[in-house]
């Protein structure tokens, strides 16, 4: 540890002084590469975007480092991504970069997102050498913080995360805290986000559909009848086997999800226009069941008048793959400004879609820690880790690089901050942008709004904050009773598709399992660390 700072203190120095002898032959002006900070546009409030012109990446934050000081050292990037032919060559590129900025090179390790939870927890599990780790709230990030899977990143942040801490909102970084300390670094991205339903564009005008009018899913039903009777290649409504919850919380009530969520179906509740006291509700709970059977009996209608795809309860056909099809007029979706542009350029401009968002953006713990890089305990150069990623939120060509790919190989520049990917490239596929770094720096796409990220921050801005946001469910006292609860639901989580009959009854099965397995238990935990974490704010 001396050594370190022995080494900090010298590097500080010479870093000093270099500044001084810029300063001194250029007459005192600032040098034309501040590579100590981003573009202050962006540091604003501004469009990002603007700022990923120019592919020299001057922009980037070098955290005062100087390359030759520093011993050679592979920083691996684990991310969420599906693997594609190219990134070797992206790998190459980006090692090429960071060898001349701070004497390392780079690992790209994109794992799909079907095997992404179990690869990566084996990869703790078993010690491997890791550094900047892709987490999220979804992927069990407190669970691996309290299993001591990631390093406390506070000092790393103040020592190479200057450009992080200059250009995101200090809100972002109140999320990914456990006891007070920092294990995450958020994407800057939206921090927030809707529900919506999001609809095929020319089906809404075709049949003149009053999507405004359309609050709930029992509001879809004429026109899932419209649909079976005259789009014979579409499916009115459909589901796949995963189960989940939908949007009818969203919806119906202003009842939120709070702790464990089981096979990822929200277990327990909180409402989020109360600041006071507030009450942590259980799936037991008379209204939450109400809602349930109400939902579910609902989709087995839907089911039953042959509005639903027949395997809905086993499905495991994507999403994204029907609506390519063309076979899809409606999904539930999360929605932020963007998204109805998004959807069509992933079926390559094909469709154009519509939403209609059905509740107010709120930011909570859970929103706010969707997207977020961790440095691995297992790392053997943390410092060198924290200085990739503060390139990646603050070096337009380091970002863009990543997300993107090559100019010229994988995509052409239209515009001073626009591009169009090129096809079969072997690169670009994957929808990095929400996964690394700084998205309000990634190149625009056919389609999107020069003011997108600017809409993004006004979005953020205008967000209600949820009274519990910052809280964070430690579940060492219940770990037994998640785990049950958890095989349960999975047992279940298909009674939400339409595509087994009686699902109330077998909702009152699941309950009962609930209770047994100690959901009430978990219920008054989380209620008590609420009203501790309550009481201290």
């Known amino acids: 540890m001396q050594h370190r700072k022995r080494t900090l203190t010298f590097l500080l ?132 913080v309290t299993k001591g899977a990631f390093l406390e990143l506070d000092d790393l942040l103040a020592e190479h995360g200057q450009g992080i801490q200059e250009t995101i909102s200090p809100l972002y970084l109140e999320a990914p805290r456990f006891e007070g300390k920092l294990y995450a670094v958020p994407t800057n991205k939206e921090i927030t986000q809707s529900k919506a339903f999001t609809y095929r564009k020319d089906i809404v005008e075709k049949y003149d559909i009053p999507i405004e009018e359309i609050k709930v899913n029992d509001d879809l039903m004429p026109w899932m009848q419209v649909i079976k009777e005259n789009e014979p290649d579409i499916i009115p409504n459909f589901v796949t086997g995963g189960g989940g919850d939908g949007i009818m919380y969203e919806s119906r009530s202003n009842y939120r999800p709070i702790g464990p969520t089981p096979a990822k179906i929200a277990a327990f509740f909180f409402d989020y226009t109360q600041t006071d006291s507030i009450e942590i509700k259980s799936a037991l709970d008379p209204e939450i069941v109400k809602l349930n059977e109400t939902e579910f ?176 469910f430690d579940d060492t006292n219940v770990k037994n009773e998640v785990t049950q609860l958890t095989a349960i639901a999975t047992e279940y989580k298909a009674i939400s598709t339409g595509g087994i009959a009686n699902p109330s009854e077998l909702l009152d099965e699941r309950n009962r399992k609930f209770e047994l397995a100690g959901i009430e238990k978990v219920r008054a935990e989380i209620q008590a660390q609420v009203d501790a974490f309550l009481a201290e704010k």
């Open 13 to 144: 120095v010479m870093a000093m002084l270099a500044l001084l002898l810029q300063a001194c032959a250029g007459g005192g002006n600032a040098p034309a590469n501040n590579t100590g900070n981003v573009p202050a546009n962006n540091a604003e409030g501004n469009n990002g975007g603007n700022n990923a012109g120019g592919n020299n990446g001057d922009e980037g934050n070098t955290t005062g480092a100087d390359a030759a000081e520093l011993e050679p050292y592979e920083v691996s990037i684990i991310y969420y991504g599906t693997p594609e032919r190219d990134v070797p060559l992206v790998e190459e590129k980006l090692s090429e970069y960071f060898q001349e900025k701070i004497n390392a090179t780079v690992k790209l390790v994109p794992i799909t997102g079907s095997e992404y939870k179990q690869r990566t927890e084996l990869m703790m599990n078993s010690g491997e050498k890791m550094d900047l780790v892709f987490t999220a709230s979804w992927l069990d990030f407190f669970s691996n």
């Open 297 to 472: 009996e609902l989709y087995r209608d839907f089911y039953e008048k042959g509005y639903t795809n027949g395997d809905a309860a086993t499905s495991e056909t994507a999403v994204s793959d029907v609506q390519r099809q063309g076979k899809m007029w409606l999904q539930r979706t999360v929605w932020k400004p963007g998204t109805d542009i998004e959807m069509s350029n992933s079926t390559n401009n094909e469709y154009e879609y519509v939403s209609q968002v059905i509740d107010e953006p709120i930011v909570t713990t859970d929103l706010a820690t969707g997207s977020m890089f961790s440095i691995s305990h297992t790392s053997k150069d943390p410092d060198r880790a924290m200085m990739v990623l503060n390139y990646l939120h603050t070096d337009p060509y380091v970002v863009n690089l990543l997300v993107h790919g090559i100019e010229d190989v994988h995509y052409k520049k239209v515009g001073d901050n626009r591009i169009e990917q090129i096809a079969d490239s072997g690169y670009g596929k994957t929808a990095l942008f929400w996964v690394v770094g700084n998205q309000m720096l990634n190149y625009l796409k056919p389609g999107q709004p020069d003011d997108l990220y600017t809409n993004w921050i006004q979005y953020n801005k205008d967000a209600t904050r949820s009274p519990l946001l910052g809280f964070v």
